[in-house]
């Protein structure tokens, strides 16, 4: 977390520090990504980079959370809007994410999540992990549409939508066809939907 120094710059400083933070992150993995590319891109001393942050895994960690924090907002919006329709809301996400590509802060986080393909997408956006979201979100969500068997398919089912969405938006960036990367996502949560295994072979497991 951020020192309280931090929060207490000028707003515009605060934004050209993440400004270059996420230009940084965006454009190489992780651990590739220089302190000094940032500092010197923010305008900044060194010095003063380590009042704010502890190191660079806190920027990362804290840009992450916010895109996070972000994304969980608009996915209670969904849902409430849904009626609780789990699998429309996500596309909705999707559809919305899109609409506003061209703000640039939904592109950078899907560039941030193509450099850092080998991260869990639900834990890279938060680092609480996707079933803290869910636990902020569960109230909203109507169990009744959902085939739920044990304690975890609920949980389950979250972070496999989390990561068919993040998938579908890092396709959709490196493609430039948003089109056929949301009709596969669709495709997707068809499968989900309805299941891989045949109904022959759900009577056998019944």
Same mark, same amino acid.
């Given at each position: ?59 990362? +960690? ?32 999707? @559809? ?7 703000? +640039? ?71 430039? @066809? ?29």
């Amino acid at each position: 977390m951020p020192s309280a120094t931090f929060y207490n710059l000028p707003e515009e400083k605060r934004e050209r520090l993440l400004r270059a933070a996420r230009e940084e992150f965006s454009r190489v993995p992780y651990e590739s990504a220089s302190v000094n590319r940032i500092i010197r891109s923010a305008g900044i001393p060194r010095g003063s980079f380590y009042m704010y942050f502890t190191d660079k895994e806190e920027l990362f +960690g804290h840009l992450m959370d916010s895109y996070g924090a972000l994304l969980e907002r608009r996915m209670g919006e969904m849902l409430e809007q849904r009626e609780g329709d789990l699998f429309a809301a996500f596309l909705d996400l999707f @559809d919305h994410i899109q609409a506003h590509w061209g703000d +640039g802060k939904y592109r950078e986080m899907a560039d941030i999540l193509r450099c850092n393909r080998q991260m869990q997408p639900g834990v890279l956006l938060n680092r609480e992990g996707p079933e803290a979201s869910l636990a902020r979100l569960r109230d909203r969500v109507d169990l009744s549409r959902l085939d739920l068997r044990t304690e975890t398919d609920l949980s389950d089912i979250f972070h496999l939508l989390v990561s068919a969405v993040a998938g579908t938006l890092v396709a959709a960036g490196t493609s430039g @066809d948003p089109a056929g990367a949301r009709a596969r996502l669709m495709r997707v949560f068809g499968i989900l939907r309805r299941g891989a295994a045949s109904k022959a072979v759900r009577r056998e497991e019944a």
